[in-house]
């Protein structure tokens, strides 16, 4: 019995993570898809300055400094926790 608690608790954590990681990636891809105009897959400093907080943030974001945000530099930012934060 204390096996089957003992499991179900493990998968009920798994969920949990996959919920996690999965919202976090649908809110980047989001972001993206609503912010990219030109369809490059990234978001140019024009394309950010309809967004204050992310044009606050840009050059944080923009960690090889190429003036073009991508997802994975999108993912490693903070910024994504902010929004999932306040959906």
């Given at each position: 019995?204390?096996?089957?608690?003992?499991?179900?608790?493990?998968?009920?954590g798994i969920?949990?993570?996959?919920?996690?990681?999965?919202?976090?990636?649908?809110?980047?891809?989001?972001?993206?898809?609503?912010?990219?105009?030109?369809?490059?897959?990234?978001?140019?400093?024009?394309?950010?300055?309809?967004?204050?907080?992310?044009?606050?943030?840009?050059?944080?974001?923009?960690?090889?400094?190429?003036?073009?945000?991508?997802?994975?530099?999108?993912?490693?930012?903070?910024?994504?926790?902010?929004?999932n934060k306040?959906?």
């Amino acid at each position: 019995m204390k096996k089957f608690v003992f499991m179900g608790l493990m998968f009920a954590g798994i969920l949990l993570l996959q919920s996690i990681v999965s919202s976090e990636a649908y809110a980047q891809s989001d972001l993206i898809a609503e912010m990219d105009l030109d369809d490059d897959g990234m978001i140019s400093i024009r394309e950010a300055v309809a967004d204050p907080n992310l044009l606050a943030a840009f050059g944080k974001i923009d960690s090889n400094g190429d003036g073009k945000i991508s997802a994975e530099e999108l993912s490693e930012s903070s910024l994504i926790k902010q929004i999932n934060k306040k959906a």
